[in-house]
T-cell receptor
Framework: KQEVTQIPAALSVPEGENLVLNCSFTDSAIYNLQWFRQDPGKGLTSLLLIQSSQREQTSGRLNASLDKSSGRSTLYIAASQPGDSATYLCAVRRYGNNRLAFGKGNQVVVIP | EAQVTQNPRYLITVTGKKLTVTCSQNMNHEYMSWYRQDPGLGLRQIYYSMNVEVTDKGDVPEGYKVSRKEKRNFPLILESPSPNQTSLYFC??????????????FGPGTRLTVT
């Protein structure tokens, strides 16, 4: 069974600092990994999807890397802003499986 | 606008009273799925559907039913709700690539309370 872990569960950073969020998974045989953002009481917004053949994906201030062999993905958010305060979740889809396994999220607070 | 919609957004009901949460998507996606989100447990998949009339169990299917009679709709049915089904529910959809479901898009959520 695929286990997805996100540490730390919560963190606070001052505005302007770069954010580094980590996601680890136990089974490296994956099709893809997706990062989401969730605001309190709201749905999930897809940020980036990385295919297993890719090493990273970029969108604006966001960059996600994938190291399948070590079972890790990292989401970088450059020059954080208060509007980046949210919970960030990663989810992986394992080979031969049509389901997603989610981590419990990193709750981020960016302090003005 | 491409979106996944859910109704109702909030629902308070009593134990044993059957209810249906609707989910609809306008992106012509083949894959649809239901999740529940609970504090400390994260998001867990209830059921998913690869296409019309094709459904399968996720991690926590007990106490739930689904149907997929049309491509755009995927209702979640609780035949006899119990308090342990109090949760935040999300519907999601995605297209399929050659390996299976691709990038997933989520609805706004339905907060269900069963007393």
């Amino acid at each position: 069974k695929q286990e997805v872990t996100q540490i730390p569960a919560a963190l606070s950073v001052p505005e302007g600092e770069n954010l580094v969020l980590n996601c680890s998974f136990t089974d490296s045989a994956i099709y893809n990994l997706q990062w989401f953002r969730q605001d309190p009481g709201k749905g999930l917004t897809s940020l980036l999807l990385i295919q297993s053949s890719q090493r990273e994906q970029t969108s604006g201030r966001l960059n996600a890397s994938l190291d399948k062999s070590s079972g890790r993905s990292t989401l970088y958010i450059a020059a954080s802003q208060p509007g980046d305060s949210a919970t960030y979740l990663c989810a992986v889809r394992r080979y031969g499986n049509n389901r997603l396994a989610f981590g419990k999220g990193n709750q981020v607070v960016v302090i003005p | 606008e491409a979106q996944v919609t859910q109704n109702p957004r909030y629902l308070i009901t009593v134990t044993g009273k059957k209810l249906t949460v609707t989910c609809s998507q306008n992106m012509n996606h083949e894959y649809m799925s239901w999740y529940r989100q609970d504090p400390g447990l994260g998001l867990r998949q209830i059921y998913y559907s690869m296409n019309v009339e094709v459904t399968d169990k996720g991690d926590v299917p007990e106490g739930y039913k689904v149907s997929r009679k049309e491509k755009r709709n995927f209702p979640l049915i609780l035949e006899s709700p119990s308090p342990n089904q109090t949760s935040l529910y999300f519907c999601a959809s995605s297209s399929l690539d050659w390996t299976g479901p691709y990038e997933q898009y989520f609805g706004p959520g339905t907060r269900l309370t069963v007393t």
